[in-house]
């Protein structure tokens, strides 16, 4: 039951919400006015029915008495038949009197209309009695009048002592009906109001329909459309047929500035897509990483670069909180000023470097900055940018290598000098001749020394310097044999024996001559330095093999140099190629500036081409490289692409001398 009256109430509710307050107002009006009417109109109703009240009182009254006056003598002489007959004929008279009883004073009914004694003693052989009101007193003369309802109708009873000098006969009992004319105006009355106010209200509930269905139905329409409009919802149109008065007017005005919004905001949608794609281009092709993070922590943006270097996905960013995606040496470091900058407690640039180990190793920069709001006042978002500096710590590290070494390298041969020279500028009378001249000789070695260090170190940084060489056709065999004859005295003071093996009929190369001497020189010097007495040192040169297919092309030349020296163990292979790298730091025999084959290595990366080694301790070593074969100026730039990657594809092929130990192959 309390559900259910909880359910009325809320539907009542949900019902008074939907009326407009023109409406509510309207009603509450009515149901004043109706109320005060109908007030008024009972209020007339019940007094017309006390005043019918007191009149039906003093008529039976009068009546009674009347009657009981006429007929007392008639009950104390029991005349019953001429009593009968009196009261037949005076009830008969007048429509006024229902009934007509007479009872004697123990109450026992001897005579009455509609019925008799006798009708009474046949029916059933029962007695009636007549039940007189609890306060009804035999002694008093005056009559005693009370109303009471019926299912006929309200009837007046009078109950009248019958007395014939002071002697107490009995009781007479009339009904009297009301009067019919006021009854008749009651219920006209009331009749009429009762219509008027269902009248009032039926009009009410019409006009609140009419009202609803002409104006608040558009009006509400209305108010749902401008919401819609206010969510963003341009494609919002009212649909009602109206004439021409204000709020049709209203309704078309509403549709148009739909209309235009639509088109604007369509507009405003492509130039903010294609602003947007332009910008997402331009972020995804910067070099740096760069992250924007809202104030909860979660991923807007990120674009290609920093999706590489923290191994995300680049097209589906991470979900949730940015933190839980970072690698560990990243969110170890940056969790605090993350959380601070979104709070608001630091708006100043930031800047971290960070070293990761996943998903590779490398080193990044990462520049913090918060995203503020227009008053610059509340933070939008903190944007990040990643920078990779793997090899800018690199090149810094051996660039702070390089300086160190250059540094020991100059102070070794420039403390010598300033030794000996100070030795002879001191003591020069006191030393002999021979001493005088070993000294010279050792500051002379050391100047030479220091003099092939800064040539070498200025070569190397020519070489990679931006600088452009001049390469032409290149007979391989003059810089081969300049290389061997000026090696040649000093192999032969050293007792090694210097081979040239060059496949006739080699092409031109492309190449540049002064550079290729370089190399050969290089190379022939170090098999020299390293080979032992009895050893060799050979060049060769044949076509390489081409592993270009399905082009006119004309292949490579593989140089190779091979000697028999001591070897070069597979831990300094790798790093024999460095600057200042030097095998001589291990054996501690021989000197050198320990950039010779950091300089051939770039000399031959100038030709396009890479350099090989093949070595075994004890046994020698086999350095070789490969150059493009010149063509005429013709060459389509497909072919010119392959001769420059050439060198580069052949880091699988061994050389075929090198298949061999180096003293097979001499």
């Not at 903190?382 to 300086?403: G, H, P």
């Not at 007979?475 to 000093?490: A, F, G, K, S, V």
Request: with cysteine.
């Amino acid at each position: 039951m309390v559900e259910l009256f909880q359910k009325i109430r809320t539907l009542i509710a949900d019902w008074w919400k939907d009326f407009t307050l023109q409406t509510r107002l309207m009603a509450a009006a009515t149901l004043v006015v109706s109320l005060i009417m109908s007030s008024l109109t009972f209020w007339a109703v019940n007094t017309i029915q006390m005043d019918a009240r007191l009149n039906d009182t003093r008529f039976g009254r009068d009546l009674g008495l009347l009657l009981a006056s006429n007929t007392a003598p008639l009950v104390e002489s029991q005349q019953l038949d001429e009593l009968a007959l009196f009261s037949r004929r005076f009830m008969e008279s007048t429509s006024s009197i229902r009934y007509m009883l007479y009872a004697n004073p123990d109450g026992s009914i001897f005579f009455g209309i509609p019925y008799s004694d006798s009708a009474v003693q046949n029916s059933l052989t029962l007695s009636r009695r007549m039940q007189l009101p609890e306060n009804y007193l035999t002694s008093v003369d005056l009559p005693m009048v009370r109303q009471h309802l019926t299912p006929a109708g309200e009837v007046t009873d009078v109950f009248v002592p019958l007395k014939s000098k002071e002697h107490y006969l009995g009781v007479l009992a009339l009904g009297i009906n009301p009067n019919p004319t006021v009854v008749a105006s009651s219920h006209l009355t009331r009749d009429v109001t009762i219509a008027v106010f269902v009248c009032i209200w039926v009009m009410v509930i019409l006009g609140a329909v009419f009202n609803a269905l002409t104006i608040t139905q558009p009006i509400k329409e209305l108010l749902t459309g401008v919401k819609n409009i206010a969510a963003g919802n341009f494609k919002q149109r009212i649909d009602l047929s109206r004439g021409g008065d204000e709020l049709g007017e209203l309704i078309q005005s509403f549709n148009y500035m739909a209309e235009r919004l639509e088109r604007y905001e369509e507009q405003n949608i492509e130039e903010l897509t294609a602003e947007k794609a332009k910008l997402e281009r331009l972020v995804s092709t910067i070099v740096d990483g760069a992250i924007l993070i809202d104030a909860n922590m979660e991923v807007v943006l990120a674009n290609t670069a920093a999706s590489r270097i923290f191994g995300w996905d680049a097209h589906l960013p991470p979900d949730g909180n940015v933190l839980q995606h970072l690698p560990t040496e990243v969110r170890i470091q940056m969790t605090r000023p993350l959380y601070q900058a979104a709070k608001g407690d630091s708006s100043e640039s930031q800047e971290f470097r960070i070293a990761l180990t996943e998903p590779s190793s490398r080193t990044i920069r990462v520049l913090l900055n918060s995203v503020l709001d227009q008053s610059g006042a509340t933070v939008k978002g903190i944007a990040l940018t990643i920078q990779d500096i793997t090899r800018e710590v690199a090149l810094n590290a051996a660039k702070s290598q390089f300086i160190s070494n250059i540094s020991h390298e100059l102070r070794t041969p420039l403390f010598n000098i300033k030794s000996f020279i100070e030795t002879l500028y001191e003591y020069g009378d006191d030393l002999s001749d021979r001493e005088r001249r070993e000294f010279l000789e050792t500051a002379n070695n050391e100047t030479d020394r220091l003099t092939r260090l800064v040539n070498d170190v200025l070569d190397l940084s020519r070489l990679e310097s931006n600088r452009r060489y001049q390469f032409s056709a290149l007979d391989i065999h003059q810089p081969i044999e300049q290389t061997l004859r000026t090696y040649q005295l000093n192999a032969k003071d050293k007792g090694i024996e210097l081979i040239q093996e060059i496949e006739e009929g080699l092409p031109p190369v492309l190449g540049n001559y002064d550079l290729m001497l370089q190399v050969f020189g290089n190379l022939v010097g170090n098999g020299l330095k390293f080979s032992t007495a009895g050893g060799c040192v050979a060049i060769r040169a044949y076509r390489a093999p081409s592993t270009v297919e399905h082009l006119d092309f004309a292949g490579n030349v593989r140089i190779e140099i091979s000697d028999t020296g001591i070897g070069i163990g597979p831990e300094d292979q790798e790093a024999i190629f460095d600057r200042f790298y030097r095998v001589e730091n291990r054996v501690h025999t021989l000197e050198g500036t320990g950039l010779g084959l950091s300089i051939v290595k770039n000399i031959i990366a100038k030709h396009s081409s890479k350099m090989y080694l093949v070595s075994e301790v004890g046994l020698g070593t086999t350095f070789w490289f490969d150059l493009a074969v010149y063509e005429a100026p013709h060459s389509t730039p497909a072919v010119e692409a392959a001769v420059a990657d050439q060198g580069q594809e052949e880091g699988a092929i061994a050389p075929v001398a090198a298949q061999a130990t180096p003293k097979e192959s001499t």
